[in-house]
């Protein structure tokens, strides 16, 4: 156990205690691999990394916090929004390290305001190009950054703002029982990591903030997410695996997670996989999780362009309460693209080509969905790639009696005509099957409506 006190480190709030835990988490990784503990205090510093061995473990009493002084993280390797760049360092990192744990019942705070601050900056001054020193830095680093894809966080001003945590490729990774707040852009991030627990985790960040998700796994296989608390400004839980044709170079998928006992609070989806699909997302088994609040339950979002395929995903008895949507199977997703006008969102079918999204494989079973505000579900295909494989099982869904949304809300889409109405809407769609599935309404006398909105392209499983 390395003693970060022998080297200098005050925990007083005041002091810049840097250089001494770099050192102390320097010393464990020396050792072979060491525990690093922080006791009770406010530790305050700037960006640290871990090395192979290394276990950081912030004690109950104590916070790690970080100083929101941009010119503290400079440029590192990474991805960003399915893009591999430069971008700022994150606050805690990783990489190439195997057998890393971050544990304790302590808090990291990223002190993500002055970044969230700068950001709605210059957006206000509708600024689309790179101007402060940092931003320049990047772009010179970044050559080809206006191409490339972006979901919205400012790839075009190369603001590249870092997450609170990210492991990238590392293998054994253990996050356990900590508080993980107030992150500058997404809150914890690994990425091409193996071998993952993430375990009692309490993921915060304030519901305006923005881009700002909890838990991002992209690329990942072999995880384990396990009793965490999600209360975040963007969505919940994310799986992904790269973006255009970067994430196609890298054809790295995002395969075998489970995710148990977890409750998902606030954010734009619960359970989320997307929009970055192009190296595929697969094999992902959700349990006995709470919804609460959530904008949309488990959300599935791609469009043209995406490309990847996203197979074998399984929701099963979990719960719902006040969402727009519980279930969200989107392959026109608007954000970040081009208007409903252009070609991409085209209503007749398309090439099928490397750019083309495929989902497969999707099953809910015993699902239990109250409050619903926009829709009970959504799931279109497109004409040329239709969702193949959709099963509704044992479930039932209640539309809310007040704070009703249009239907049109449900999957923050672009291009579909207007829903039909509130039931599960349904389009592109090939071997479907629906078993004792409900669809009532709370207001006065429990009107039922449909349970399902068929449009085009609809066919039954055989």
């Known amino acids: 156990m390395v003693d970060i006190r022998e080297f200098g480190a005050k925990g007083d709030g005041v002091a810049d205690d840097t250089a001494a835990l770099r050192a102390a988490l320097a010393a464990a990784e020396e050792r072979g691999g060491d525990t690093v503990p922080l006791t009770p205090g406010i530790w305050r510093t700037g960006p640290l990394r871990l090395g192979s061995g290394v276990r950081l473990r912030v004690e109950e009493g104590a916070t790690l916090s970080f100083i929101p002084r941009f010119e503290l993280y400079p440029a590192v390797r990474t991805r960003w929004e399915g893009v591999e760049c430069w971008g700022h360092h994150p606050l805690l990192f990783a990489s190439g390290a195997t057998d890393i744990a971050l544990s304790g019942g302590g808090t990291l705070d990223g002190n993500g305001q002055a970044w969230w601050a700068a950001y709605r900056a210059a957006r206000a001054a509708g600024r689309r190009m790179p101007e402060t020193a940092a931003e320049r830095e990047l772009a010179a680093l970044n050559t080809g950054f206006e191409s490339q894809p972006s979901g919205g966080g400012g790839r075009e001003l190369q603001f590249l703002r870092p997450p609170l945590v990210q492991f990238f490729d590392c293998s054994r990774v253990r996050i356990e029982d900590v508080g993980l707040v107030n992150s500058p852009f997404w809150n914890t991030h690994l990425v091409y990591c193996a071998d993952i627990l993430v375990s009692g985790v309490r993921f915060s960040n304030p519901p305006d903030a923005p881009n700002t998700d909890g838990l991002d796994l992209d690329s990942c296989r072999d995880a384990l997410v396990r009793d965490c608390d999600f209360d975040v400004g963007d969505d ?7 973006s255009g044709e970067d994430g196609l170079r ?11 006992g977890c409750t998902l609070r606030a954010g734009h989806g619960g359970v989320v996989v997307g929009s970055e699909t192009a190296g595929g997302v697969r094999d992902v088994e959700i349990s006995d999780c709470r919804f609460l609040a959530t904008e949309r339950g488990l959300r599935i979002k791609t469009r043209r362009g995406r490309g990847g395929a996203v197979e074998n995903i399984s929701l099963r008895d979990c719960v719902m309460t006040d969402v727009l949507c519980p279930l969200v199977v989107n392959c026109w997703y608007g954000p970040g693209g081009p208007p409903a006008s252009d070609p991409l969102f085209s209503l007749s079918a398309r090439p099928v080509d490397a750019w083309t999204p495929r989902v497969r494989g999707i099953r809910v079973q015993g699902l239990r969905a109250s409050g619903c505000r926009a829709s009970a579900g959504f799931a279109v295909g497109l004409p040329e790639s239709p969702i193949e494989g959709l099963e509704i099982l044992d479930s039932s869904f209640c539309i809310a009696r007040e704070g009703l949304v249009s239907p049109d809300l449900a999957a923050m889409s672009r291009g579909l005509p ?12 090939r071997g479907l099957r629906v078993a004792r599935v409900t669809v009532t309404s709370e207001t006065e006398g429990g009107d039922p409506g449909r349970t399902l909105e068929i449009e085009e392209g609809v066919a039954p499983m055989d």
């Not at 207007?418 to 769609?429: E, K, Q, T, W, Y």
Request: glycine content about 16%; hydrophobic content about 35%; overall charge positive.
């Open 236 to 242: 919940c839980l994310g799986l992904k695996s790269g």
């Open 250 to 260: 890298v054809g790295r998928p995002t395969e075998r997670v489970a995710v148990r």
């Open 418 to 429: 207007p829903a039909a109405g509130r039931g599960i809407r349904l389009r592109n769609v």
